[in-house]
């Protein structure tokens, strides 16, 4: 548990210096800047949001849900915010150094994305609900599904003022590729994965106490 909450505190990292790369967000992060612009609230108090409501989509579509789920939706948003008040990293002024900073963070989240799912305490609730989606829309490979979704996400984000350029290509269409190639380097295959329910990690939990 405290692994999966390094990495995705880390993940939150990479995600921050996405944003300060300045040459546009990646999809998900147009919708929280968006929101966070539109309503007045910090950036991780809008990711909270669309997680839990992502999440509770996930419990209805009763897709088996992780404890990792949750740590996830408050987790990473928080992460940026800590790194926002630090100030740690300027915003980019030249579109070639936003590109290296882009590619840089999307490389961060790739790694701990890594570190994150050999916790196996399940996958993100984005995730687990395009999973969801490709079990009930078969007809269209996981692949469109995922272009669907993100471009509906960046168009809700674009509307609300979320910032839109090409980071966000970037975003979409490098993430897998960086992400692949990330696991290859380090010899994991995410298919091989048992991500535990909700209910076995904390029965894992209460079996370590009892023994400890």
């Given at each position: 548990?405290?692994?999966?909450?390094?990495s995705l505190f880390i993940n939150g990292f990479g995600i921050y210096l996405t944003i300060q790369a300045n040459i546009g967000a990646s999809p998900w992060d147009v919708l929280h800047i968006g929101m966070s612009k539109s309503l007045g609230i910090l950036?991780?108090?809008?990711?909270?949001?669309?997680?839990l409501s992502i999440l509770a989509i996930d419990i209805s579509l009763r897709?088996?849900?992780?404890i990792a789920m949750f740590i996830d939706s408050i987790v990473v948003g928080k992460s940026v915010d800590?790194?926002?008040?630090?100030?740690?990293?300027?915003?980019?002024?030249?579109?070639?150094?936003?590109?290296a900073l882009m590619l840089l963070g999307?490389?961060?989240?790739?790694?701990?994305?890594y570190t994150y799912m050999t916790a196996s305490l399940g996958c993100g609730p984005r995730?687990?609900?395009?999973?969801?989606?490709?079990?009930?829309?078969?007809?269209?490979?996981?692949?469109?599904?995922?272009i669907a979704l993100l471009t509906t996400v960046t168009f809700i984000g674009w509307l609300l003022g979320g910032p839109v350029g090409i980071g966000t290509l970037i975003s979409a269409f490098a993430t897998g590729p960086i992400m692949q190639a990330a696991f290859k380097s380090v010899k994991?295959?995410?298919?091989?994965?048992?991500?535990?329910?909700?209910?076995?990690?904390?029965?894992?939990v209460f079996t370590h106490s009892h023994a400890a």
């Open positions: 548990m405290i692994l999966a909450a390094v950036y991780g108090t809008a990711s909270i949001i669309v997680s897709e088996p849900i992780g800590f790194f926002n008040r630090i100030n740690l990293v300027p915003k980019c002024t030249s579109p070639v150094l936003g590109v999307l490389t961060i989240a790739a790694y701990t994305q995730d687990t609900l395009l999973v969801a989606l490709s079990k009930r829309i078969k007809k269209v490979p996981i692949g469109g599904l995922s994991f295959n995410a298919a091989e994965v048992h991500h535990q329910r909700i209910d076995e990690s904390f029965k894992t």
